[in-house]
């Protein structure tokens, strides 16, 4: 099993929807969330860091459930500009990188 | 520029040929890591370093790959006896503290053929 599990996608909406991705992560020991952003051919680039109390940026709002092991993502009023592929990021104990998803990809449709 | 910088942005080797990547992070920057990504996944680690040393090469997937990073800034990875199954976008990263936001360099796009 993955450290980071994600769904591929991909999540294809019409402008101004609400769209939600969910992403798991398999190690308990995990302390550190983040969601990174990824557009194509470009590198990953922080979205958001993920906190216990959930947190809010704009139209970007971040949940974590450290009872069920995952992480959720929600994107109100999506804009085409929002298109890109949402990686999933976990830091845990004792392991100093950051371990990444596969990432979902979203494409918002005019 | 402040961000991470990546040198080449693109390599075209031969199979069984050397290449050199190098990555100079963000001024100040302790952590620097290695990863590699094929298309249509998720960034895979490969090395840490804290400093001049690597902490963490776990990532590394056999003795055909090894990075150094002599004075704690430039670190340079290398891959010897490439094989076409090494082609990917290798990915640079630092950050002021280990598990804080990491900032990517814009990458490597390895072609081995």
Not at chain 1, 29 to 55: I, T
Not at chain 1, 68 to 85: C, F, W
Request: one cysteine or more.
């Amino acid at each position: 099993r993955k450290e980071v599990e994600q769904d591929p996608g991909p999540f294809n909406v019409p402008e101004g929807a609400t769209v939600a991705f969910n992403c798991t992560y398999s190690n308990s020991a995990s302390q550190s969330f983040f969601w990174y952003r990824q557009d194509c051919r470009k590198e990953p680039k922080l979205l958001m860091s993920v906190y216990s109390s959930g947190n809010e940026d704009g139209r970007f709002t971040a949940q974590l459930n450290r009872a069920s092991q995952y992480i959720s993502l929600l994107i109100r009023d999506s804009k085409l500009s929002d298109s890109a592929t949402y990686l999933c990021v976990v830091h845990r104990t004792g392991r100093r990188a950051l371990t990444f998803g596969s990432g979902t990809r979203l494409q918002v449709q005019p | 520029g402040a961000g991470v910088s990546q040198t080449p942005s693109n390599k075209v080797t031969e199979k069984g040929k050397y290449v050199e990547l190098r990555c100079d992070p963000i001024s100040g920057h302790t952590a620097l890591y290695w990863y590699r990504q094929s298309l249509g996944q998720g960034p895979e680690f490969l090395i840490y370093f804290q400093g001049t040393g690597a902490a963490d090469d776990s990532g590394l997937p056999n003795d055909r790959f090894f990075a150094v990073r002599p004075e704690g800034s430039v670190s340079t990875l290398k891959i010897q006896r490439t094989e076409r199954g090494d082609s990917a976008v290798y990915l640079c990263a630092s950050s002021s503290t280990a598990g804080t936001e990491a900032f990517f360099g814009q990458g490597t796009r390895l072609t081995v053929v």
